[in-house]
């Protein structure tokens, strides 16, 4: 089955930093990358996904790149602000399945 | 408009107990799933149906038992609870019953056992 790995598992920087969080996957027929924000008290919420069709996905502040031959996509979060800070989930999935494999979460702190 | 609303938000109950989380979604999508959650924040899937029918049933203890009435409902019922039954409990759905559409979430149910 599919394994997701994610790093770190804490991140703290100063408003107005970049923020990289990533993930690698192990089977090659996943195709389907979202990211999840969850904040206290809520439940994830997806901020951004990407097919395995491209190479690169941005909505304003926020970024994901996927890299199909090593098998690892990133998160990237330019400008940051303190509501950014959360907990962070990639997760992998495959078209023909039926779940999504999700890694173990970044806790993000946006330092004011 | 809340999309996939969950209740209750909380639930405090005695080890042994038989409780209920509800589920409903007013997406119009195929798909439900329960999740839980535990206290390192790690998601694990533990059921999912599409359409009303069980898709998804991972090696979860038989006392949890999912049930959807239409494919807008997706409940959980969970008899003689346990301690290491605490954990936040999320329902979600997803559009269709394949892997490559976003799953959208509820905010959850804090399920403390005393």
């Known amino acids: 089955g599919e394994n997701v790995e994610q790093h770190p598992s804490t991140l703290s920087v100063q408003e107005g930093d970049s923020a990289v969080i990533k993930c690698t996957y192990s089977d090659s027929a996943s195709n389907y990358f979202p990211w999840y924000k969850q904040e206290l008290g809520k439940g994830p919420q997806l901020i951004i996904d990407?097919?395995?069709?491209?190479g690169e996905k941005k909505d304003q502040r926020i970024a994901v790149t996927l890299n199909k031959t090593a098998k690892h996509f990133s998160l990237h979060i330019t400008e940051t602000q303190p509501e950014d800070s959360a907990v962070y989930f990639c997760?992998?999935?495959?078209?023909?399945?039926?779940?999504?494999?999700f890694g173990t979460g970044t806790s993000l702190t946006v330092i004011p | 408009d809340t999309a996939v609303s969950q209740t209750p938000k909380y639930l405090v109950t005695q080890m042994g107990n038989d409780k209920s989380i509800k589920c409903e979604q007013n997406?119009?999508?195929?798909?439900m799933y329960w999740y839980k959650q535990d206290s390192k924040k790690f998601l694990k899937i533990m059921f999912s149906y599409n359409n009303k029918e069980l898709i998804i049933n991972e090696t979860v203890p038989n006392r949890f038992s999912p049930k959807s009435p239409d494919k807008a409902h997706l409940n959980l019922h969970i008899n003689s609870l346990e301690l290491g039954d605490s954990a936040v409990y999320f329902c979600?759905?997803?559009?269709?019953?394949?892997?490559?559409?976003?799953?959208?979430f509820g905010d959850g149910t804090r399920l403390s056992i005393l």
């Open positions: 990407i097919r395995s069709n491209v």
């Open positions: 979600a759905s997803s559009e269709g019953g394949r892997g490559n559409q976003p799953q959208h």
């Open positions: 997406l119009g999508h195929d798909t």
């Open positions: 997760a992998a999935s495959h078209y023909t399945g039926n779940q999504f494999y």
